[in-house]
């Protein structure tokens, strides 16, 4: 089993945050959430630690950035296929967040998709096939 990844978000509001993420998917980790903070787990893989701006703060001697003005990170979400991507972007849609906030990306061997969630964090979702990935970087090389 792979080494889990823990993202931790600064969120204005813990429960309308946690709401969201329950919303595209995710399970809330009890043993890791309270007033201040919820471990919303995507896979297990990955837990995103929804963290309230203050609590977050203790964590950090630098200021916050404020992800609906400025960009801070792009979280990028693998998908087993172009459907599920439709399928979360449309749930994020549903739960308050925005959608393609960029044009959709198809270059055959791999499709993406954006979304928000309610704080600004962006998040890519998208579906690769490996192989034709593999493919298409090798017929660019140079021969």
């Known amino acids: 089993?792979?080494?889990?990844?823990?993202?931790?978000?600064?969120?204005?509001?813990?429960?309308?945050a946690t709401a969201f993420y329950e919303a595209i998917g995710c399970t809330m980790d009890r043993r890791f959430s309270g007033p201040?903070?919820?471990?919303?787990?995507?896979s297990e893989s990955l837990t995103f630690m929804l963290l309230h701006r203050d609590f977050f703060q203790t964590f950090t001697p630098r200021a916050i950035a404020d992800a609906t003005a400025v960009t801070e990170v792009l979280i990028a979400l693998p998908l087993d296929d172009r459907a599920a991507v439709d399928t979360l972007v449309a749930k994020a849609v549903?739960?308050?967040?925005?959608?393609?906030?960029?044009?959709?990306?198809?270059?055959?061997?791999?499709?993406?998709?954006?979304?928000?969630?309610?704080?600004?964090h962006i998040f890519e979702p998208f579906h690769m096939d490996q192989a034709a990935a593999e493919a298409a970087m090798a017929a660019a090389q140079p021969a």
């Open 1 to 16: 089993m792979p080494n889990p990844v823990f993202v931790n978000l600064p969120v204005a509001d813990v429960a309308r």
């Open 36 to 42: 201040t903070a919820s471990a919303m787990v995507f």
């Open 94 to 120: 549903d739960a308050g967040g925005s959608g393609d906030i960029r044009p959709v990306q198809d270059m055959g061997f791999m499709y993406g998709r954006s979304f928000t969630d309610p704080d600004g």
